[in-house]
């Protein structure tokens, strides 16, 4: 079935189905109280599994094979032309052994219609959020970039890792790169270690954290910047973003937006990485 297809008929036809025959199941006790859509909810499932991801439809949420629960909820539309909507939805996820307490992030999207819209949120958040969500609950992260700080090195055996999984970053600027290069490069790594500082109480904590992180600058210079933490605003950072943004090179309107996890780890990442296979870390 094609993702294109209306939300309405993606949801009916799943139902005649999968839903009749299916074996009911306990909800997750994070997902109890939230208002889930169920049409939302499968789109999200035609995304995932238009990008071969093995989950299964369960209850009133979807559970993927590696463990993480997913659930969406509709939050706004907004038509801003006849054939132009802005939406907005919200995908809450949990997991029972990284985040059993659930956290969430809202889709921001334009499209021609309401659905084309809340599908292509959908599709983005599938494309950056997730990578980071699936890394951040493995032991070894595939996909993502990591910082890795060590919390406790004066006992070999209560020493944690504070981990900082960086999911891909979506980057557009409207006028070709300058001649003038950025200082330090522009990586994964960037939107987060420039506003760091903001973020020093929180790393103190084993919290499992997910962190939007936003910053833009319009062609006449103005210095826009978003943070959230588990789906609420974090102003701490923002003003640390926006002094990062204005270092940039003149490209004209140009933005930059990352999700980042962070967790603790008795595991070193890094150490991992020294490990050959077949052979026996020294």
Sequence with gaps: MSVTTSIGNVFKNFRD????????????????HLNIDAELTLALFEVLTAETIKLKWQDNYLALDEGLLLAVERVETVALAEDKCRTCTRIYASHAEYFPQGLSEYQHAMGATESEAMLE????????????????????PLNCTVIEMN?????AESSSFRQVILGPVAHLASQPEHKKKEAHPFCPCCLFTESMPAFHDL????????IRLFASRDNDGKLAADCRVNGED???????????AEKWPQRGLEFRKQYVVVRTSKHSVNQAQLVQPGKAQL
């Design 234 to 244: 974090f102003f701490p950072a923002i003003e640390h973003l926006k002094q990062y």
């Design 151 to 155: 919390t406790s090195a004066e006992a």
């Design 17 to 32: 189905k999968f839903v009749s025959g299916s074996v009911s199941q306990p909800a997750s006790t994070v997902f109890t």
């Design 203 to 210: 790393l103190q904590t084993s919290d499992f954290l997910g």
């Design 121 to 140: 949120g959908l599709r983005t958040w599938v494309k950056m959020d997730l990578l980071a969500l699936l890394d951040a609950t493995r032991e070894q």
